[in-house]
């Protein structure tokens, strides 16, 4: 059974900075897709960014240059570094992962986590 742990949420005021974390246990297939995505009270969840199994990334232009993703495979480890925080990434943060890319970028990833509350004060 795969698990996603996420973690780091937290308050922070604008133009701060957080680092969320996520714990994949269950698999060790480094070949997975994984994502953040992110839900704002009664808005849709969407996609922030992805990353290939070979490191490639992408991002939500809203995040670009503000933003990184990145993994561990030695660790089964995804991180987000958040930086210049704004009130507007206010959200429910959630980790996905995915054999396929195309479905993890649809936001049908088979696997989430339960979710981190990042909330960002102006």
């Known amino acids: 059974q795969v698990q996603l742990v996420e973690s780091g949420g937290g308050s922070v005021q604008a133009g701060g900075s957080l680092r969320l974390s996520c714990v994949a246990s269950g698999y060790t297939d480094s070949n997975y897709c994984m994502g953040w995505f992110r839900q704002a009270p009664g808005k849709e969840r969407k996609r922030v960014a992805t990353i290939f199994s070979d490191g490639t990334t992408s991002y939500t232009d809203s995040v670009k240059g503000r933003f990184t993703i990145a993994r561990d495979n030695a660790k089964n480890t995804l991180y987000l570094e958040m930086n210049s925080l704004k009130p507007e990434d206010t959200a429910m943060y959630y980790c996905?992962?995915?054999?396929?890319?195309?479905?993890?970028?649809?936001?049908?990833?088979?696997?989430w986590g339960q979710g981190t509350q990042v909330t960002v004060s102006s």
């Open positions: 996905a992962a995915d054999p396929s890319f195309s479905t993890l970028w649809i936001g049908s990833a088979k696997y």
